[in-house]
């Protein structure tokens, strides 16, 4: 099983993402690093726990507010991780801006998304190993602008997601994002049964138990912040998860 640690960035600080409340983000603290700047926290999650990918949030580009885009050359070229990045990225131009940038893979999320067909053009001009399809999930429902989408539940819309071919699909409950109470189990089984495409979960991770937990029903990756930044995943615990 994949864990990958996760880095929120918002005007070139890792802030601390709760419930998706944007406006309330204030810069991480955390016991891997004295410092909020994201190489120092990169190199953190590199060298304490050996991590080989990192799950990078461009909260500036996501909002239309700027971007961070030195952010991610910077990690690129100082560090080994292999960068997931999502940066509000609904077309191929951006998207190829991403990959250029130094990131291995783009997050074409369903919150930025306005039709479903510019996930479709983003693989095809950039290959389905390159896209990372995320449904983000608040409050019960598809958070998404895309009318082939809004009124669909998680499995209609991975479903939709498979046949466009991404080569996986991210889970996001964000309302359960930074609180540690876990990850919705019910929903990820029936994606797990409905889909025959890796399927990868945050929000609310707490434990090695759980990621130990969600390996068992089927889960390829997991993504994690708070408990890393809050020593309740400690490096030791990864040599439990196979």
């Given amino acids: 099983m994949r864990v990958i640690p996760v880095m929120d960035v918002l005007k070139g600080e890792v802030v601390q993402a709760i419930r998706g409340e944007r406006q309330k983000y204030q810069p991480v603290k955390t016991v891997l690093s ?7 926290v990169a190199l953190a999650f590199q060298e304490i726990y050996g991590f080989d990918e990192l799950y990078l949030a461009d909260l500036d580009a996501i909002q ?14 100082r560090t080994d991780l292999k960068l997931i990045v999502d940066a509000g990225t609904n077309n191929p131009k951006d998207a190829k801006l991403i990959l250029e940038a130094g990131a291995q893979k783009v997050i074409v ?32 429902k598809i958070l998404t602008k895309a009318a082939d989408l809004i009124k669909l539940n998680p499995v209609q819309a991975a479903e939709i997601f498979e046949r466009a071919d991404v080569s996986e699909i991210i889970f996001l409950e964000l ?40 390996q068992k029903i089927g889960v390829a ?22």
């Fill in 175 to 214: 309302s359960k994002v930074g609180t540690l109470q876990g990850v919705e189990r019910e929903t990820l089984k029936e994606l797990i049964e409905s889909v025959n495409i890796p399927i990868l979960t945050g929000g609310g991770i707490e434990s090695i138990q759980e990621v130990i937990d969600l």
């Fill in 64 to 77: 239309g507010l700027g971007s961070n885009i030195e952010t991610i050359k910077q990690i690129s070229s």
């Fill in 221 to 242: 990756g997991v993504l994690i912040a708070t408990a890393l930044h809050k020593g309740k995943i400690r490096p030791e615990d990864l040599q439990k998860i196979t």
């Fill in 34 to 40: 004295a410092s909020s700047k994201p190489l120092d």
């Fill in 109 to 140: 999320a369903t919150e930025t998304l306005e039709s479903v067909k510019q996930l479709e053009e983003c693989i095809k001009a950039l290959g389905r190993q390159k896209i990372v399809g995320s449904l983000d999930y608040k409050e019960g």
